[in-house]
């Protein structure tokens, strides 16, 4: 596809259950980011992905976060044990590699997915 | 680490007139500036973006400008239309840690 993909776009979940969140970025895009987006509120950063690398995880708002991006192209964020404070919308973002930039982050365009919608009940 | 001060929280303009959206930014090592739009549901999208070697940058209807002495950065519309009603971050980057977004400005043009 052209732009970043996500699903599901809605999600229902009784608290305590697993998620998994899945995001399928643009091609040849390097870079992935994870953000929650609580309503009304711009999007807050959970972790980073270079290829299969991941460099930042400091966003992650527990340890019932977990990502993964093992062969460099989909990525998946799963959240453990949900609670209501999970609900939100979660974007995803993909980027080129800003190799010129020599910064740890590529401070290329990012370009989102529609977002799943979380709801924990 | 990085704060993104934005304001307004909410704007009205009527149809045809201008907006402005300004943000501030704390950090000076920030050099890259994104503005991105928000239907209600939908995706943010890119609008437009500045880097910190330039003091302004336009595209159609839309121009951003940068001071960065001042450590502060805006957003003009002109000739709003309806379509342009949406909500709008600003967000600064500093390179070396994540994309910091501000909280949000709903744009509403009244036709």
């Known amino acids: 596809g052209a732009g970043v993909s996500q699903s599901p776009r809605y999600k229902v979940a009784k608290r305590g259950q697993d998620v998994a969140l899945r995001c399928d970025p643009i091609?040849?895009?390097?870079?992935l980011f994870w953000y929650q987006q609580a309503l009304g509120q711009g999007p807050e950063f959970l972790t980073y992905f270079q290829n299969e690398a991941q460099l930042d995880k400091s966003g992650l708002p527990s340890d019932r976060f977990f990502a993964e991006r093992p062969e460099g192209s989909v990525s998946t964020l799963k959240i453990q044990r949900t609670q209501q404070e999970d609900s939100a919308v979660y974007l995803c973002?993909?980027?080129?590699?800003?190799?010129?930039?020599?910064?740890?982050?590529?401070?290329?365009?990012?370009?989102f997915g529609d977002g799943t919608r979380l709801s924990i009940l | 680490g990085e704060n993104v001060e934005q304001h307004p929280s909410t704007l009205s303009v009527q149809e045809g007139d201008s907006a402005v959206i300004k943000c501030t930014y704390s950090?000076?090592?920030?050099?890259?500036f994104p503005w991105y739009k928000q239907e209600l549901g939908k995706r943010p999208q890119l609008i437009i973006d500045?880097?910190?070697?330039?003091g302004e940058k336009k595209d159609q209807r839309i121009a951003v400008t940068l001071n960065k002495t001042a450590k502060h950065f805006s957003l003009h519309i002109t000739e709003t239309q309806p379509e342009d009603s949406a909500v709008y971050f600003c967000?600064?980057?500093?390179?070396?840690?994540?994309?910091?977004f501000g909280k949000g400005t709903r744009l509403s043009v009244i036709a």
């Open positions: 967000a600064a980057a500093p390179g070396n840690t994540p994309l910091v």
């Open positions: 973002a993909s980027s080129l590699a800003g190799y010129l930039d020599r910064t740890p982050y590529s401070n290329q365009p990012q370009h």
């Open positions: 950090d000076s090592a920030s050099n890259y």
């Open positions: 500045i880097r910190s070697n330039v």
């Open positions: 091609s040849g895009h390097v870079s």
